[in-house]
């Protein structure tokens, strides 16, 4: 890894997913209409963890296995937070989200295989 920081102007370019082997477009902040939220969970029961990613689906992109990013006005977030709860075993379940403004969205970082998706969630209301 620290082959990778070698020079400051490697550290200075290791920002917004260009580091690595990023294939996909990144999330751009001119591209986030709402507020972009990073959704992940950990599910113990299989029937649930189908459930929930199928719900997170409906709401977002997935960008690993158990993460998605939703990019969701705070009402229909909170539409997306109930349907997850109602799935949940919170004695068993784990699910965290994180809110990341538009202008933040220039400082995410990655590393390694990141495989964006192609395609942008749009949702008719």
Not at 8 to 33: C, M, Q, S, W
Not at 57 to 67: N, P, Q
Not at 94 to 102: N, P, S, T, V
Request: net charge negative; hydrophobic share 35%.
């Amino acid at each position: 890894m620290t082959e990778f920081l070698e020079s400051e102007d490697v550290v200075a370019d290791h920002n917004r997913y260009r580091l690595g082997f990023t294939t996909f477009p990144e999330p751009d902040e001119k591209d986030i209409r709402h507020m972009l939220y990073l959704v992940a969970y950990d599910i113990a029961d299989p029937k649930r963890l189908r459930k929930v990613a199928k719900i997170c689906e409906l709401y977002g992109v997935r960008i690993e296995k158990s993460v998605f990013e939703c990019d969701l006005p705070p009402d229909q977030f909170r539409t997306f937070w109930r349907e997850l709860g109602g799935v949940l075993e919170t004695a068993d379940d784990a699910l965290i989200a994180y809110r990341i403004c538009r202008s933040c969205i220039r400082d995410v970082e990655s590393t390694g295989q990141i495989f964006r998706p192609e395609k942008t969630p749009y949702y008719i209301l």
